[in-house]
């Protein structure tokens, strides 16, 4: 996942190539670090998901006494198969997050089960009236991941994520933004706003 790790399992996974569709840069405020790769990543080769992954970073992802610690914002731009579904988003990311911790980890911390990491995922109710909802409108989650931090305190955490799912152009886009701070914490207003930002420059 991040090149902030790039030691070893970034430069493994495929970099996008040049036939990848055009893409609108997620931007961010000074200081956050960002990078794209290829779906499947090289630490999650079993994941159904195939097209371009593109993060943006935290200045403090790396650093735990941080309020941005581990605080990250990405987009997944998919072909249209597999389809979004509730169960896909939540077995897709289990996929995700359990090849990257096993990756980085990589047996160093052998209590470390994967396999026990669990995922919460509600979807969010909308405020559409009924026939208000276009076919490109985004699905709206919320959710919680039980995980081990791999890179800097290995220790477990529980990250919270908002993710929205949509169609467009026969493609499938997956927003998400990651924190393990609470909701209201300032954080959020960032992560949230690269999301808009990003969200905006796709349907202008």
Known sequence: MFRLFAFGLLMSAAIVHADEPNTFKLAAPEGWSGETISLPPGFAPDMALKGAEHIRFAPGMMKPASDSFFSY????????????TEAVVKEEFLKYYRGLCKAVLNGKVPDVDPAKFTMELERVKSDAKPGEKSADSPTVYTATLEWVEPFATKKSQKLNL????????????????????ARDAAIWKQLNSIRDDYMKKQNP
């Open 162 to 181: 908002e993710i929205r799912t949509w169609t467009k152009d026969n493609r499938n886009y997956l927003f998400a933004c990651v924190s393990p701070q």
């Open 73 to 84: 914002a990405f987009v997944f731009e998919l072909q249209a198969k597999p389809a979004l």
